[in-house]
């Protein structure tokens, strides 16, 4: 929405990593240099931690994108708190490995042709496992005697480990001691300065296609750095509200007013929903307590259809902002920015002429400051998760192509193979007949 306001090609705050708007922080650029010391080293594991939103992922992203795919097969594991015993099916479906065989020796046998398969084509395999610090201790060490693999003292399987602060705590423990002797490396991400966050910013809208339009100001860039403490997913929040907040006010300039109005609607709608939320625990609390909730258990077992919602026809022009949005998003066109500015404008009188419908008519706009842009955020909210799930379709569609040019260069090795021992056999052939 406020993309197209502000005339940029994609949206430079989105939640979902993307390694095109990664920004090489010290931090960051430190961690990747581990990163690709491990990977030069060919073994061990390598561990790199960091608070929530600190930009794991995007880095892993980062060095995904990086690699050369000739000499290495990687593969991301994000399946948290996996037991040992789970834990080599997991690897052998990240690397689309089928095993022939049943049970672990089946699988363990798989693993391992697999990874002498791709040594055999000058291929190193490289697992990294995200959210590491859900592991149980007994996976980690299943992890270690998994690395322990090799060919003539060449490690064929080398491990990455990404998690929150508190994996870096449990490493330390006196139980560890084994797999903290294999770590080669390990690094702690920090958050932004001040300056890397102004540059965080700029970078990511410049991207975008930004051309200095809204303007942040430096005391609007100190603002967002105190709310967030530099650290990137909440820069990215925020950063999103603030230009969806420009775009809907008309506003070109992002300055520490504009900071201290979105930080306390977001602060509100934290507040509305932590309320709202405890009012329903209390009302279901009371109905348990005075018998009302209880029903019999053949209706409790019956499916029982929901009576709908009787909406008073609301006037020409009338309706709430958020049922216009709905409509806009399900028709041909993309709903504009003008779209949303009328919508809001009509909502004003449609709540007047709702107010005296009675309980049963349409739910008028919400009332308050900024009621009326929770009600766009919440739209938002919708069309990015369904951004995500587009992104995740193309991500398995990607793989499926990769898969089938593995296959595609296996086809020709094997057609090349045979066709030289076609030549060789000929040749052999016309030796005997001279």
């Known amino acids: 929405m406020y993309e197209e306001y502000f005339q940029l090609s994609g949206a430079p705050f989105k939640l979902n990593p993307d390694p095109r708007y990664f920004f090489g922080s010290r931090s960051h650029n430190k961690a990747m240099a581990y990163l690709h010391y491990g990977l030069k080293q060919a073994e061990g594991f390598i561990v790199i931690t960091g608070p929530v939103g600190a930009g794991k992922t995007m880095l892993i992203g980062h060095l995904l994108d990086q690699l050369n795919r000739s000499n290495i097969v990687a593969a991301q594991l994000l399946t948290s708190n996996v037991g040992p015993d789970e834990l080599l099916g997991h690897i052998l479906s990240a690397f689309r490995i089928a095993p022939e065989g049943e049970g672990r020796t089946g699988q363990l046998e798989a693993f391992e042709d697999y990874l002498f398969d791709q040594l055999n084509r000058g291929r190193r395999v490289l697992l990294i496992m995200d959210e590491a610090q859900n592991l149980p201790r007994e996976t980690l060490e299943e992890l270690r005697m998994l690395s322990n693999i090799d060919y003539d003292g060449t490690p064929l399987f080398q ?15 006196p139980n560890m001691e084994q797999l903290k002797q294999r770590v080669i490396a390990s690094y702690h991400l920090e958050n932004l300065t001040r300056e890397e966050t102004q540059e965080y910013i700029l970078h990511r809208l410049a991207v975008a296609g930004w051309s200095e339009d809204p303007v942040f100001t430096a005391d609007g860039i100190d603002a967002i750095y105190v709310e967030t ?15 969806l907040y420009c775009a809907l006010e008309r506003r ?21 929903d932590t309320e709202c939320n405890s009012q329903m625990a209390e009302e279901t609390d009371a109905r348990v307590q005075d018998g009302s909730a ?14 709908k919602a009787i909406k008073a026809p609301a006037a020409d022009g009338a309706g709430n902002v958020f049922d216009r949005l709905r409509a806009k998003r399900s028709a041909p ?8 500015a009328s919508a809001i404008a009509a909502a004003s009188v449609g709540e007047k002429l709702n107010n005296g419908a009675g309980d049963d008519a349409a739910p008028a706009a919400p009332k ?3 009621g009326w842009r929770k009600t766009v955020a919440r739209s938002i909210d ?3 998760g369904e951004l995500k799930q587009a992104h995740a379709s193309m991500q398995r569609v990607r793989s499926s192509l990769d898969e089938a040019d593995d296959k595609r260069d296996e086809s020709r090795e094997i057609i090349s193979a045979s066709l030289s021992r076609a030549e060789t056999l000929l040749d052999e052939i016309r030796s005997a007949l001279r």
Do not use: W, Y
């Open 159 to 173: 491990v990455f480990l990404v998690g929150q602060p508190e994996f870096r705590e449990a490493m330390s423990a």
């Open 294 to 307: 209880a029903v019999p258990i053949e209706r409790a077992l019956s499916k029982i259809k929901a009576p």
């Open 252 to 272: 070109h300039e992002v300055n520490a007013c504009a900071v201290e109005t979105v930080v306390s609607e977001m602060r509100e709608e934290q507040a509305g």
């Open 229 to 243: 403490e530099g650290r990137p997913r909440r820069i990215n929040t925020l950063c999103t509200r603030l230009m």
């Open 382 to 384: 919708e069309a990015r």
């Open 368 to 370: 308050g400051k900024g």
């Open 333 to 340: 066109q993309p709903a504009t920015l003008e779209d949303v």
